[in-house]
T-cell receptor, first 118, second 115 residues
């Protein structure tokens, strides 16, 4: 079964500092990988996604992520964090299941809460 | 405006009293899904639907039912709610198999408390 692990439950950074949020996945084939952000009281918004090709993907709000197959990782990065980036971040992996109508399943990690200090 | 609309946004109910959380999307998406969010567990998929009359179980389907009679609607039914179903629920939709390969659009969530 596919799984996603976000090792850091809570990260605190100062405004202007760089950020890296970790994501490790377990999946037997080529994964589809996503990062979503959830602001307080809101639904989730897609930051970026990886399907194939270039392993460094750019997303919205200045975020990027790098797919490393050898490490089963898809870490999210931002060079300079803004106070408005404070939110909860979710990594997710998708796959096509075999058989019947069981096509789509998206598995989310536990989430990482980002706090930004002024 | 493209959106996924859930109702109710907040609900307190008692054990055993049937309830339905509605979900409607206006983007003509084929794929729709329900998730529950619990602290420390992230989002867990309850059920999903690839198209009208096509539904399948996610990772935590016990205690829930769904139906997809129309493309735009995907209600979540709790026939006999129990306190362990107290959670924040999200409905999401996407184009076709983009449910796996593309962007999910999420509703704003429905916070359910079962006493």
């Amino acid at each position: 079964a596919q799984s996603v692990t976000q090792p850091d439950i809570h990260i605190t950074v100062s405004e202007g500092a760089s950020l890296e949020l970790r994501c490790n996945y377990s999946y037997g084939a080529t994964p589809y990988l996503f990062w979503y952000v959830q602001s307080p009281g809101q639904g989730l918004q897609l930051l970026l996604k990886y399907f194939s090709g270039d392993t460094l993907v750019q997303g919205i709000k200045g975020f990027e992520a790098e797919f490393k197959r050898s490490q089963s990782s898809f870490n999210l990065r931002k060079p300079s964090v803004h106070w408005s980036d404070a939110a909860e971040y979710f990594c997710a992996v998708g796959r096509l299941a075999a058989g019947g109508t069981s096509y789509g399943k998206l598995t989310f990690g536990q989430g990482t809460i980002l706090t930004v200090h002024p | 405006e493209a959106q996924v609309t859930q109702n109710p946004r907040y609900l307190i109910t008692v054990t055993g009293k049937k309830l339905t959380v509605t979900c409607s999307q206006n983007m003509n998406h084929e794929y729709m899904s329900w998730y529950r969010q619990d602290p420390g567990l992230g989002l867990r998929q309850i059920y999903y639907s690839m198209n009208v009359e096509v539904t399948d179980k996610g990772d935590v389907p016990e205690g829930y039912k769904v139906s997809r009679k129309e493309k735009r609607n995907f209600p979540l039914i709790l026939e006999s709610p129990s306190p362990n179903q107290t959670s924040l629920y999200f409905c999401a939709s996407s184009f076709g198999l983009a449910g796996v390969t593309g962007e999910l659009f999420f509703g704003e969530g429905s916070r359910l408390t079962v006493l």
